[in-house]
């Protein structure tokens, strides 16, 4: 085996990430600036690719939508939601993101 063969594994970690049948059968979509914020949907399937872990899930219509995990009740929950224990409505990372974005928009105008 050369050297370079050690470098092209995959490596095996633990694995972290939850199993679709350990979630519920239905998830709320939790993060504030999602269109479909606080509607409940059926879960189809759990991916994880390349770190990223998303949730299928069909909408009334019967389509099949993508979340980011994190963004549903699937997830666990945030330590900043626990430790603000509801005195801050949004958290520091995400207010200078939606900052970014609407110089962004102001931008394009």
């Not at 990430?17 to 979630?23: G, N």
């Amino acid at each position: 085996m050369d050297s370079n063969s050690e470098f092209c594994r995959k490596k095996k970690g633990r694995q972290t990430a939850p199993f679709v049948d350990a979630l519920a059968k239905k998830i709320r979509i939790t993060h504030p600036f999602h269109p479909l914020f606080n509607q409940e949907f059926e879960l189809v399937s759990y991916r994880r690719s390349w770190r990223r872990e998303t949730l299928d899930c069909l909408d009334q219509n019967g389509r099949l939508i993508n979340v980011p995990l994190d963004w549903t009740d699937a997830a666990a929950e945030d330590p900043f939601v626990v430790i603000a224990a509801g005195r801050s409505y949004f958290r520091v990372e995400d207010l200078i993101r939606l900052a970014d974005l609407v110089d962004d928009l102001k931008q394009g105008e």
